[in-house]
């Protein structure tokens, strides 16, 4: 008779039947991918026995590989873009290469294939012609693996009724379609992965279940996922922010500049940096370029800018910090107030925001068809806050913070409500910083030295931008480095910089992911960076 301690519970029976039940997915999972890979199989070998047969075999197939490998030299004016058909291309051939992004047969004698190039999509269609396409062709067409690569050469027509679920209002009907890279079984969906949560939420309401690609998904398969409308308008956005950040910043007489990543020392102080050998010297991965641009304004370069790798080692498991990161960065001299260089935060910002309106109606549509947000609330000339009036309006409105400590996550946002309700903006400046806690070449004010001549500016509630004037007397800078724990000796060659007479200099620095993320109202910072780097990925 069994003992009470060798029954099992109902929790056991419960955790033993989940894992069955995973256990039986998992397999039937790959039972249907193997299923999908011989139907395929079988349907290619049919297709080399019909091409025996078939006296319009050449105009279909597989593209041979000595036939991709750069083998003749053509005209690529040949070639026309998906995006570029509209009614106006009528009647005419064309020569066009995209994905498969969906396939359909009707019958024998006809098949749809929707191609997609670069976010743009038509409808292509073979159908039987006597000179031209032969079912085989049609069963060829039919049996594309999606997400394959193709060429097409056709001719445009021009519907009488609308065509739903492409961008472009044609068709292209099939002359010729061949194959040049085949597409194995997709491990997600790319209609799946490109579905809105209101999409999935309204299908389920009416009792169907779509599928939802979870964001570890999408990361580990970031090749698929970057192909969806919304990736296709964020990345191109962001490459706008970085184009108009450099454009702006030269047209007021900045010049970029290439600092090392390599460093002896710690950039910002702390322990958050990545440690490692340098040739039997300890080194890191450098937080920030800041100290080497300072060393620039000494080198007397007035005015510099950078676009490039930033690394932190923090254990930061949050939805907007991320271990490496594009940092945009800016330093200038002074000629007499820090103000200087806010003044050109607010007006770099407000030119980034108008021309990305302006000039990204398309990726910022296609973005929010999945990801829905209402537009950026920001004024022709920035609002700028002192820290004091920042904390009081805290306090006016019931949140107790430390006047003289750093503002957390939460009383940001608060803050970012009540401006936005008294000014009408999501992006403003707040300056005059505690000293202590700024970084350690931060100048503090000439009336109150627990204050600092430093800002920061918030885009929805969400810090984006820090930046100050900083230290440029060597004695001055050495007391602070020390009173922040950082050793002298590892940023000696940094110190002595100023040593040989140094400007007054400010300026800031701000992360591109960031940016993207906040201008278009995204909720995680993963999905504006290409490849993330967080605590807990360091992979693809």
């Known amino acids: ?207 169907e279940k779509l599928v939802r ?32 950040f450099r454009q702006f910043l030269l047209s007021e007489g900045f010049f970029e500049i290439h600092t090392p990543k390599l460093i002896a020392g710690s950039s910002e102080g702390g322990a958050a940096v990545f440690r490692l050998d340098y040739k039997g010297q300890p080194a890191c991965l450098a937080q920030s370029p800041q100290l080497h641009k300072q060393m620039a304004i000494c080198g007397d370069f007035g005015r510099v800018f950078e676009i490039g790798g930033v690394y932190r080692a923090e254990d930061s498991y949050t939805h907007r910090h991320l271990c490496e990161f594009i940092g945009l960065d800016v330093e200038m001299e002074i000629k007499s107030h820090y103000s200087e260089v806010m003044d050109i935060v607010g007006r770099l910002f407000v030119t980034i925001f108008d021309t990305l309106n302006k000039t990204c109606e398309k990726e910022l549509e296609a973005v929010g068809r999945q990801y829905p947000f209402e537009p950026l609330k920001y004024l022709p000339e920035t609002l700028r806050l002192k820290f004091e009036e920042g904390i009081q309006m805290l306090k006016d409105a019931g949140v107790e913070v430390d006047p003289m400590g750093d503002l957390n996550t939460e009383a940001e946002r608060k803050l970012g409500q009540l401006v936005l309700e008294k000014y009408g903006t999501e992006f403003y400046i707040l300056h005059r910083y505690p000293l202590a806690v700024r970084p350690f070449y931060t100048m503090p004010c000439h009336d109150n030295p627990a204050y600092s001549n430093s800002f920061d500016v918030f885009i929805r509630g969400e810090e984006i931008i820090s930046g100050a004037q900083r230290v440029h007397v060597p004695e001055l800078l050495a007391e602070r480095a020390q009173a922040c724990g950082i050793e002298l000796k590892t940023i000696s060659t940094y110190i002595d910089a100023f040593r040989y007479g140094a400007p007054p200099h400010g300026g800031f620095g701000v992360g591109l992911e960031r940016v993207v993320m906040l201008f278009c109202g995204l909720n995680n910072i993963r999905k504006t960076s290409l490849f993330p780097r967080d605590p807990l990925r360091i992979a693809p």
């Open 1 to 207: 008779m069994s003992t009470p301690e060798s029954q099992p519970t109902s929790e056991d029976a419960a955790s033993v039947s989940k894992k069955a039940a995973k256990k039986e997915a998992a397999k039937q999972e790959k039972l249907r991918r193997r299923q999908e890979q011989e139907a395929l199989a079988a349907a290619t070998r049919s297709l080399a026995v019909d091409d025996e047969q078939d006296p319009l075999a050449a105009n279909y197939g597989d593209v041979p590989l000595n036939e991709i490998q750069s083998k003749t030299v053509e005209d690529v004016s040949r070639w026309t873009e998906v995006g570029a058909l509209t009614n106006t291309s009528e009647n005419r051939s064309v020569l066009i290469r995209g994905r498969a992004q969906t396939i359909r047969a009707v019958g024998k004698n006809m098949a749809f294939v929707v191609v997609r190039e670069r976010g743009f999509t038509v409808q292509c269609v073979a159908t039987v012609q006597p000179d031209t396409v032969s079912r085989q062709m049609v069963k060829y067409v039919a049996g594309l693996s999606r997400e394959s690569i193709i060429d097409i050469e056709g001719v445009v027509s021009v519907p009488s009724v609308e065509i739903k679920g492409t961008t472009q209002q044609v068709e292209v009907q099939v002359r010729k379609l061949y194959c040049v890279s085949k597409a194995a079984v997709l491990p997600i969906n790319i209609e799946d992965a490109a579905r809105s949560d209101a999409e999935i939420e309204k299908a389920l309401q009416a009792g």
């Open 213 to 244: 690609v979870n964001q570890d998904t999408r990361l580990n398969n970031r090749v698929l996922d970057l192909r969806t409308p919304a990736n296709q308008g964020i990345f191109r956005i962001q490459s706008q922010v970085g184009t108009i």
